[in-house]
């Protein structure tokens, strides 16, 4: 079977490729889009929904053969403050008329005009929304029990103070375990790169010696060694 367009050259080795890889973004993507639903102020089924339904929609309808779809928590934020303000009805129809909006963009090819948006403000936004997301985490971390939310990031620090005697020592345990594999991880990435940086300056610092020989006679059998600079 013979493809055209896009799908051009497809065939089962590349097929079996992508089954892995989809495998692997539904393993990361199907938790991470219920934790972001839970931190949009939604239950987690819609997280799963969404997920499920988008992943299927970028597959089929999207513009590049090598792209890959998945939930961003840049929108965290933005929908916890529409659930709060407005409901999770108006959060339906905010969602629509930004694929309206997106669908336009690229009708028209506006994407582009991003290239005019200044670094600062981009850095800012996503350094902004990580400090968000963290400070959210904390009363999970900690177990806090009744805590409200709140849309000012200040109010919901103020909260989790008030609150801080509500901790439970099994959910810190739990949470400080599960952190244990991701800092082992880490550790030993950056143990394992400076040991490559190291033999690789060695390597290049390294230098041959004059080449000795044993004789037997006839025979000579050369011994050839190269000693670290």
């Keep these: 079977m013979q493809f055209t367009g896009r799908y051009q050259g497809y065939n089962l080795q590349k097929f079996q490729k992508d089954l892995i890889a989809g495998i692997v973004v539904g393993i990361v993507a199907i938790p991470?889009?219920?934790?972001?639903?839970?931190a949009s102020g939604v239950g987690p089924e819609y997280g799963l929904y969404t997920?499920?339904?988008?992943g299927i929609l970028i597959s089929l309808l999207g513009g590049s053969k090598y792209q890959i779809?998945?939930?961003t928590g840049a929108f965290v934020p933005i929908l916890f403050a529409i659930?709060?303000?407005?409901?999770?009805?108006?959060l339906l129809v905010a969602g629509f008329?930004?694929?309206?909006?997106?669908?336009?963009?690229g009708v028209f090819k506006l994407g582009k005009i991003m290239k005019f948006v200044p670094k600062p403000v981009i850095v800012g936004f996503t350094a902004g929304i990580a400090v968000l997301i963290f400070s959210e985490q904390i009363a999970h971390f900690l177990g806090l029990r009744?805590?409200?939310?709140h849309e000012s990031f200040i109010l919901n620090i103020a909260e989790i103070g008030k609150?801080?005697?509500?901790?439970?020592?099994?959910?810190?345990?739990?949470?400080?375990?599960s952190r244990l594999p991701i800092f082992s991880v880490c550790a030993i990435s950056k143990s394992m790169k400076a040991l490559s940086s190291t033999l690789r300056k060695s390597a290049r610092r390294?230098?041959?010696?004059?080449?000795?020989a044993s004789s037997s006679r006839e025979l000579l059998w050369p011994f050839c060694c190269y000693q670290p600079g």
């Design 51 to 54: 997920v499920i339904v988008a």
């Design 146 to 149: 009744d805590i409200q939310k």
């Design 69 to 71: 779809g998945g939930p």
């Design 83 to 90: 659930v709060m303000q407005y409901g999770f009805e108006n």
């Design 206 to 212: 390294s230098e041959p010696l004059i080449c000795t």
């Design 32 to 38: 991470l889009g219920m934790a972001f639903a839970i």
């Design 163 to 177: 609150k801080i005697g509500t901790f439970n020592l099994y959910s810190i345990l739990i949470a400080g375990r």
């Design 97 to 105: 008329m930004a694929g309206v909006m997106l669908v336009l963009f």
